[in-house]
RNA sequence: GGCGCGGUAGCCAAGUGGCAAGGCAGGGGUCUGCAAAACCCUUAUCGGCGGUUCGAUUCCGCCCCGCGCCUCCA
């Protein structure tokens, strides 16, 4: 089975076919770094990350190109607000953002930015003035004139046939000529950046640079271009407009979208105080696996109601898949295979990559990883796991985790991260008991614990529990669990 | 107003024209020196009212509620 996919185009789900076999070029739209990104953010990052992912272990080769935004109204006002150069204020806030991306598992795409493209971005303009698609104002600002693209609409399924009939042709008037023609080019104003170009000074308008930049890396043409729900209008369908009247070919084949998400039932502001930047979030204590499992539990489409207890029950159900692979790892069975076993792995394999053929839909491949779990611990409990039953387990786990990304507890670094980041910027105050608890473990090396570990061995061994659970619960209040089992001892850190 | 999405157990949610996945929480057990983990049992008249159908949570209509986009917010 292959791929489906819903395409924002057709307002279908269509089975998905890159223009070359083994390959995917696709393109999303990643950030303006003005400020720190919220949660709202990373779940659309987070959905095209799992795409990403799952057309890699679908066995394309995948080219995946992200804009950096480092120029727009936002950044002018806020750089200049803190007396600093566009270039300063911007590189804070990029190298924020892919320190986040790379916290909750995004793997990291090929970046482009804005800022590094202008002159190709002038030259786009001029093409497109060239051909008659876009004027000059007399300001020296540059509009895209849409009554030249009858499609114009396309994508977010709206008519402008109306205004089409009442556009004007003249090209020196200082407006624009038509209410919805959008700015390719927006000339120089007192203090603000600007650039010096073959069409004249200014800086690019939003849409440019990613008609300039994906056809740069991707071709005139590729397969799918990604990013929020709220890019379909204008963000998208302006690029459209001025990519196929530049070239006069398709632009990208498949338009992926994901959904906004709510916030404790609300759309999320800063006015309700449900704004939560993923450093707010770890800040307050919630790991990074939790939150890339919450955001990936509901699939892409949907709308996701973020909340903190919902934050909870991700982490226990991380931790589940968690103590499993930990059992399979660590504990001892007797030597053989079983049949139920092997067919089980694999049919939770099949499950798994038929749930994510089905437009993602990574609630179900969550449902068929569990249910795999709770019939191998059954198994497990009962003797029925065998020597040879572990690699096919832990490969479907892999499988999942290809995916998901929440198996290797590297958490407890990354919070610190985070922690140690609070401090420099001044922000101790918003560290939280819960962050300081979840840090408790990292204190310890892997060594030490290990050692402690084999002190309580051989106590057990003497049968000398009171010692045994002396260092038990040393152990225990440095935030690490020992567990003792009949396939053995291990421990983690809670 | 235009276009679109959704309302499923205490919570997060999947799904189908024919006995309603999964996770979390709760209750009851089993296992266990203790602790943890794990397992078993247990919790749903699928927003309301009509209609189509042998049969609808699933299709259609109306209503109620929530949400999104409508020029730069992922």
Redesign the pocket.
Same mark, same amino acid.
């Given at each position: 089975m292959a791929l489906r996919l819903f395409n924002t185009m057709s307002?279908q789900v269509e089975e998905f076919r890159p223009l070359r076999d083994h390959e995917v070029r696709m393109y999303a739209?990643?950030?303006?770094v003005?400020?720190y990104?919220?949660?709202?953010?990373f779940?659309?990052?987070v959905a095209v990350d799992i795409l990403r992912r799952f057309l890699r272990q679908s066995g394309y080769k995948v080219r995946h190109v992200m804009n950096i935004?480092d120029v727009?109204?936002?950044i002018i006002r806020n750089s200049s607000r803190e007396g600093v150069s566009v270039q300063q204020y911007t590189a804070k806030y990029e190298k924020a953002f892919l320190e986040d991306a790379a916290m909750i598992g995004i793997e990291e795409p090929t970046l482009v930015r804005a800022t590094e493209h202008i002159p190709e971005m002038a030259d786009f303009v001029a093409k497109l003035v060239e051909k008659g698609f876009a004027y000059r104002t007399d300001d020296g600002s540059y509009y895209f004139r849409i009554a030249k693209f009858p499609q114009y609409g396309k994508l977010?399924?709206?008519?402008f046939s109306g205004m089409l009939d009442g556009a004007r042709v003249d090209i020196d008037e200082y407006d624009k000529d038509?209410?919805?023609?959008?700015?390719l080019w927006?000339a120089p104003k007192p203090g603000e950046a600007s650039w010096d170009t073959a069409i004249g000074p200014g800086r690019p308008?939003?849409h440019l640079e990613c008609s300039v930049m994906s056809m740069r890396e991707l071709g005139e043409t590729f397969d799918l271009h990604a990013?929020?729900?709220?890019?379909?209008?204008?963000?998208h369908e302006?690029e459209i407009a001025q990519s196929e009247s530049f070239t006069g070919k398709p632009f990208a084949h498949f338009w992926f979208?994901?959904?906004?998400?709510?916030v404790e039932?609300?759309?999320?502001?800063k006015s309700l105080g449900n704004f939560f930047t993923l450093r707010d979030l770890i800040l307050k204590g919630h790991k990074p696996s939790s939150i890339r499992y919450?955001l990936a539990?509901?699939?892409y489409?949907? &709308?996701? =109601?973020?909340?903190f $207890?919902?934050l909870?029950?991700?982490a226990?159900?991380v931790?589940?898949l968690r103590?499993?692979r930990?059992?399979l790892v660590a504990g001892s069975f007797p030597s053989g295979a079983s049949d139920e076993t092997r067919s089980l792995a694999a049919d939770t394999i099949a499950r798994i990559k038929a749930?994510l053929d089905?437009?993602l839909?990574t609630?179900?491949a969550?449902?068929a990883?569990?249910?795999m779990?709770? &019939?191998? =611990?059954?198994a497990? $409990?009962?003797r029925g796991i065998k020597q040879d039953d572990v690699a096919p387990l832990l490969e479907a786990l892999t499988k999942f985790d290809e995916i998901f990304a929440v198996l290797d507890d590297d958490d407890a670094p990354k919070m610190k991260r985070v922690l140690q980041w609070a401090i420099a910027e001044g922000r101790e105050k918003e560290i939280s008991p819960e962050l300081r608890d979840a840090l408790q473990s990292d204190q310890r090396s892997d060594s030490d614990i290990e050692k402690k570990v084999e002190e309580m061995k051989a106590a057990?061994t003497a049968r000398d529990?009171?010692t045994?659970?002396a260092i038990?619960g040393e152990l225990?209040d440095a935030g690490i669990?020992?567990?003792?089992?009949?396939d053995g001892i291990r421990w983690r850190r809670k």
């Open positions: 307002s739209c990643g950030p303006t003005y400020d990104g919220h949660v709202g953010n779940r659309t990052f935004t727009d109204d936002k977010s399924k709206r008519d038509s209410a919805r023609d959008f700015a927006k308008g939003w990013g929020g729900e709220d890019l379909v209008f204008p963000h302006n979208h994901a959904r906004f998400l709510l039932g609300e759309k999320m502001s919450l539990s509901v699939p489409r949907h &709308q996701l =109601n973020f909340t $207890d919902g909870k029950q991700a226990v159900s931790e589940r103590n499993f930990l059992r749930a089905d437009d839909n609630a179900q969550q449902a990883i569990f249910e779990v709770r &019939q191998a =611990n059954a497990a $409990d009962a057990r529990f009171k045994s659970d038990r225990a669990l020992v567990e003792i089992t009949k």
